[in-house]
């Protein structure tokens, strides 16, 4: 017959080591070990592999009438394999024209929709999975953005500083910069202006400081001071390390603000550069006034569209303009004109090159 295992008597407290400090020690240690982990290898802010969104297509789930018309009329490709990655604490600028992609790829992000393929990471979450989650995490400001009128400004940003969970810990700060008093914000919504609208919209997104802003047009209606304003407050953001994702139409101010831009085109990625580099690679137009017999330019590296006329002559330059200056070193100039890089014939360019 089998023998029963002696009964091992539990040692009472007293005679327990005192695991304090080694428990104390181990956990700083572990601490330690995230903390280089988080040092050796960042999480993207926002990460896509192969995303794509497909409109018309029916699946299992569906009224009957939704299935033929998806049978009869082929998907629309809204947004096909987009692969980019957002660095956390840059200001990441995602262009294109109106049907280009871009507000489906933010809804995508923020979970309203679910892709058709390929996936997408929001600060480390799935964004199928993990959508409440992350809508808590960040900041959203959408394009034309639409309030309840039957509220206050105050009862505005309270009921949506709610959802987040989170403190308002910037609200004072950025009504102070975007001008909207203690009075205003004692009014109701209905009563204001546009571009008051506008500035609520931005409060509202990052008044509970959050580690991600996604910014769709944000300034449409604000005036050129607001803007300003607008803009110095993403430097501020930016300096403390809090990460911008922009869309805009508006190419100068994404020039100003941005890092990194991405130009999509009919759903597809058709660049994604710096944006020193982008502008670097644009071709500047030149106007130059002489007396005398006119510089050789046709041979010039880097120079196209010579056109001389009567005392000028016109050309367009890519990358340095060194060869340009040193091809008309000799010519006696009365006047030049080099126009700087502009992200919108850039852009324009890229989209030349696409089509």
């Not at 049978?71 to 490709?77: A, E, G, K, L």
Request: net charge positive; proline share 5%.
């Amino acid at each position: 017959m089998a023998t029963a295992a002696p009964h091992r008597r539990c040692r009472p407290a007293t005679d327990l080591p005192d695991r304090r400090k080694t428990s104390d020690s181990s956990g700083a240690r572990e601490q330690h070990r995230q903390a280089w982990r988080g040092r050796v290898k960042r999480v993207h802010a926002i990460e896509t592999i192969g995303l794509t969104k497909c409109y018309g297509q029916s699946g299992l789930v569906g009224s009957l009438l939704t299935r033929v018309r998806a049978s009869t009329s082929p998907p629309i490709r809204a947004l096909e394999s987009l692969d980019i990655a957002v660095r956390e604490g840059e200001v990441f600028g995602f262009l294109g024209p109106n049907g280009s992609g871009k507000s489906t790829t933010i809804r995508l992000l923020l979970g309203f929709l679910h892709p058709t393929a390929g996936r997408a990471r929001v600060l480390g979450l799935d964004t199928v999975r993990d959508s409440v989650t992350i809508r808590r995490r960040l900041g959203y400001l959408p394009s034309g953005i639409a309030l309840y009128d039957t509220l206050t400004g105050e009862q505005l940003l309270d009921y949506l500083g709610e959802l987040s969970g989170r403190p308002a810990s910037r609200r004072v700060e950025l009504c102070r910069r975007l001008e909207l008093s203690a009075r205003t914000l004692k009014r109701l919504v209905r009563d204001y202006s546009r571009g008051m609208r506008q500035k609520v919209g931005i409060v509202q997104a990052l008044q509970h400081d959050p580690e991600l802003a996604i910014l769709d047009e944000p300034t449409e209606g604000l005036d050129p001071l607001m803007q300003r304003a607008f803009y110095e407050i993403l430097d501020t953001l930016k300096a403390e390390g809090r990460t911008i994702f922009f869309s805009s139409h508006v190419l100068s101010e994404v020039e100003r603000v941005c890092d990194r831009v991405a130009i999509v085109r009919e759903g597809r990625l058709v660049a994604l550069e710096e944006t020193a580099g982008l502008l670097a690679r644009r071709k500047r137009n030149i106007t130059m006034r002489f007396t005398g017999p006119p510089p050789r330019l046709e041979d010039v590296s880097g120079i196209t569209n010579v056109e001389h006329g009567d005392g000028y002559v016109t050309c367009r330059v890519e990358g340095s303009v060194r060869p340009f200056l040193a091809a008309i070193a000799e010519a006696a100039v009365v006047d030049l004109t080099i126009e700087p890089a502009r992200l919108e014939e850039a852009f324009l360019e890229f989209y030349d090159e696409a089509t």
